[in-house]
């Protein structure tokens, strides 16, 4: 066959070339100056920017929309198969160059048939929601009625993993399926709010600007968001690291100074210290991706890798009320062992609390439920999970972090570990009261009452606790990742599962 002959190209494949090539950035220069106006790639761009190099089977690309009178490439939505770092997920993202990405009549059923898909097959999703809602030109127009697509990924809980990429303005329907994932990524610049501005209008009756409805710092101290990204390009490298965690071990990576993990614990227990640094000094270097900061503060979640072992790390936070479990603290690790416990990844918990928060104000905030999701939570978990008491070990605080009550598969402690039914000065005052109160001088029932602590104290260090064995060992801090590492080596590896082990819950 001659060249000409073979450059021939039958009208109807013409037909299919010219329009697959119409949807594509190259034919589209002003929708690609429209997103770069807002700071932003378009969605093509970010889907390539995060998969594997000629790995997207695009689903549903030449759909267009309902009506006759509108046009839009793919209907807005660009969504298909692909595979990261050679593992299958399924990707999706409006596009907000067309009706600001909202969700139209067709592209609602291309996401229905895209999350039924990765629930069928197991495959985790990555989504971009940027846009406002429902397109209600379209809402007439939709044949069978509600799309079963919100339905269909809050099956997904629990069967695979699920991140939501919010970097441009998430409202209404793309709101609600970032609060269907299991982690939200976003940027400063981004926006998500329930409603768009022209539903806050009508509901209060004055008009608000997307990025004063629901901007990110307020998202970021109040959870709703467990990751912020400066760029987008920071958040693709994030959402990439998140998705490595669920895939099993990998190449063991280096690790920091052990011996310097001796000194961040004061000998003071009235000095604070950051339990960030004992969570990077266990953990493989540069393998730390923690979750939701900004929320919770007296505890810090993370996952991260020792010896290339994917780990979840539940660690009091001692710069923060001391280390007290408050309401806030208790939802956030609750949701982090059922994450962990879903993709049985094992849980590292770092125990220094006093216990939970006391008072009249921390029980306006129904501790008394919050905190029992910790317990509920950890009670019913079957993934293994280890224990390290940094220091404080006391009452309630002690059970819910992983103590010797629940059994956890490893329980070590460090030197300046201390443990207690309560704190131990409130014990005292409890146990010697009427010794106390008989003292009249206060200088003199002052050092009493130290004489008393010091007596309880000695009977609940860390040495006199191993000794009635509550503990299984106290170990040189140094020693402590290379104990981690032969325990995990050593603990059973899951069967792989298909269906669901428990549903993650959304808070």
């Given at each position: 066959m001659s060249d000409e002959e073979n450059s021939d190209i039958r009208d109807d494949l013409a037909r299919i070339q010219a329009a697959q090539a119409a949807r594509l950035d190259a034919a589209r220069p002003e929708a690609v100056a429209r997103q770069a106006k807002r700071g932003l790639q378009t969605i093509r761009a970010s889907i390539e920017a995060f998969i594997d190099?000629?790995?997207f089977v695009e689903y549903g690309g030449l759909a267009a929309p309902a009506r006759d009178d509108m046009t839009g490439p793919a209907d807005g939505l660009v969504m298909g198969t692909a595979t990261v770092d050679g593992r299958p997920i399924v990707v999706a993202g409006y596009d907000f160059t067309v009706y600001a990405g909202s969700q139209g009549a067709i592209n609602h059923r291309k996401t229905d048939r895209m999350f039924a898909l990765a629930e069928r097959n197991g495959w985790p999703v990555v989504g971009w929601w940027d846009g406002g809602g429902a397109r209600t030109q379209d809402l007439a127009l939709t044949a069978k009625g509600p799309t079963p697509a919100f339905v269909t990924f809050a099956r997904l809980?629990?069967?695979?993993p699920t991140i939501a990429m919010v970097t441009g303005a998430a409202f209404a329907g793309q709101a609600n399926l970032s609060g269907l994932s299991d982690v939200v990524i976003a940027i400063p610049s981004a926006t998500m709010g329930m409603a768009g501005p022209p539903l806050v209008a009508a509901a209060l009756g004055h008009w608000l600007k997307p990025e004063e409805i629901g901007p990110m710092e307020v998202h970021e101290a109040s959870g709703a968001i467990d990751i912020l990204c400066p760029d987008e390009s920071s958040a693709i490298a994030t959402a990439r690291q998140y998705l490595g965690y669920f895939r099993g071990r990998r190449e063991p990576g280096p690790a920091?100074?052990?011996t310097l993990l001796r000194d961040i614990v004061p000998e003071s227990p009235r000095r604070a210290y950051n339990v960030r640094k004992v969570v990077e000094g266990l953990s493989d270097t540069g393998s730390v991706l923690e979750l939701r900061p900004k929320f919770g503060k007296a505890v810090v979640t993370a996952l991260t890798r020792i010896d290339g072992w994917p780990v979840g790390m539940i660690a009091n936070q001692p710069m923060v009320m001391a280390g007290a479990i408050d309401s806030d603290a208790s939802d956030k690790i609750a949701r982090f062992i059922q994450l962990?416990?879903?993709y049985d990844i094992p849980l590292l918990f770092l125990c220094d609390t006093p216990g939970l928060m006391v008072g009249p104000e921390v029980e306006k905030t129904a501790l008394v439920r919050h905190s029992a999701r910790i317990l509920t939570a950890l009670a019913n978990a079957t993934t293994s999970y280890m224990t390290v008491v940094l220091r404080k070990a006391y009452g309630l605080g002690y059970y819910v972090m992983g103590g010797a009550a629940t059994e956890p598969d490893l329980l070590l402690a460090w030197p300046t570990a201390e443990f207690g039914g309560m704190g131990l000065e409130g014990a005292v005052n409890i146990i010697h009261r009427k010794e106390l109160e008989a003292i009249a001088d206060e200088e003199e029932r002052a050092a009493r009452h130290k004489e008393r602590t010091d007596e309880l104290k000695t009977y609940h260090t860390a040495l006199?606790?191993?000794?009635r064995f509550h503990v299984d060992d106290v170990v040189d801090p140094a020693d402590t990742r290379a104990i981690l590492v032969n325990t995990l080596a050593a603990l059973p590896q899951p069967d792989p599962h298909?269906?669901?082990?428990?549903?993650?819950?959304?808070?």
């Open positions: 190099p000629n790995s809980s629990g069967k695979a920091g100074d052990q962990c416990d879903a006199a606790t191993a000794e298909r269906g669901r082990k428990r549903v993650i819950e959304p808070w």
